[in-house]
């Protein structure tokens, strides 16, 4: 007797169509590591037609993010952080929030945005980020989560608006500065690792299917203020003294 395959949600909110195409590429590497998988395009499909998260183990969130200029970095170079999720991507996660708290879900998060600068100076301190504001302003925290390259689009054909464009350029300018980074100012720049999108997905199939992997995102944050605990046993923030949540 055959046991059934461990299935895995891929709900995405693609804004310019490049997490959908990540969404696309972890859908084939789930695939090979033998898991079944569904699409959901959170934005185009109506709430009351979304799949009951009982159909899954796994749950895989993609999406766009809200950016801002880090508070920290404001008079060095821009470094344009994770600031907030769009209402889709929350609202999702807010209506299934009781059933991805169960132990049995694994839920997973991976962003790509083109403004998300920050990314193209300082991978780390961005998922760190990342996971500063997934823990403030979502209503669940996810086993697995990742900050994947952006894609530049300042081509003629770009999805990309004329004056997102124009701003996109002046950023770009000054990454360039900082980074050495060269950049097609009328082209394509993508910036995605095809490695670490396999890399992340393979992780996360391994924990739908109960393996144990080694953790990654092990730093913690105040969530008050934001500064990194270098003390992972304090109970109290020694910045702004807020008590720090486990």
């Not at 590591?33 to 934005?43: A, D, S």
């Not at 766009?64 to 952080?81: C, E, F, S």
Request: hydrophobic share 35%.
């Amino acid at each position: 007797m055959n046991m059934a395959k461990r299935k895995v949600l891929i709900a995405y909110r693609s804004r310019h169509r490049y997490v959908y195409q990540i969404s696309r590429e972890i859908e084939k590497i789930l695939n090979q590591e033998g898991l079944e998988t569904q699409l959901l395009n959170v934005r185009n499909t109506r709430t009351k037609k979304w799949p009951s998260m009982d159909e899954f183990d796994g749950i895989l969130v993609g999406t766009w993010v809200h950016v801002g200029m880090d508070a920290r970095r404001k008079r060095k170079n821009p470094l344009y952080q994770t600031k907030g999720f769009p209402k889709k991507t929350k609202r999702f996660l807010r209506m299934n929030e009781i059933e991805l708290k169960t132990k049995e879900k694994i839920l997973g998060l991976f962003v790509s945005d083109p403004f998300l600068l920050g990314y193209l100076e300082d991978p780390i301190r961005t998922d760190e980020r990342l996971e500063l504001i997934m823990n403030q302003t979502l209503p669940v925290k996810a086993n697995i989560y990742k900050t994947f390259g952006p894609v530049i689009d300042l081509s003629f054909s770009s999805e990309l608006n004329h004056d997102d464009k124009k701003f996109l350029r002046r950023l770009v300018k000054k990454i360039s500065k900082v980074t050495g980074l060269e950049f097609d100012y009328k082209g394509l720049n993508d910036f995605r690792d095809s490695d670490e999108i396999r890399n992340f997905t393979i992780r996360f199939a391994k924990l739908v299917k109960g393996e144990v992997i080694e953790k990654e995102n092990a730093s913690k944050y105040c969530l008050l203020c934001g500064s990194k605990i270098e003390n992972l046993e304090a109970k109290f923030c020694k910045s702004c003294g807020g008590k720090i949540e486990d």
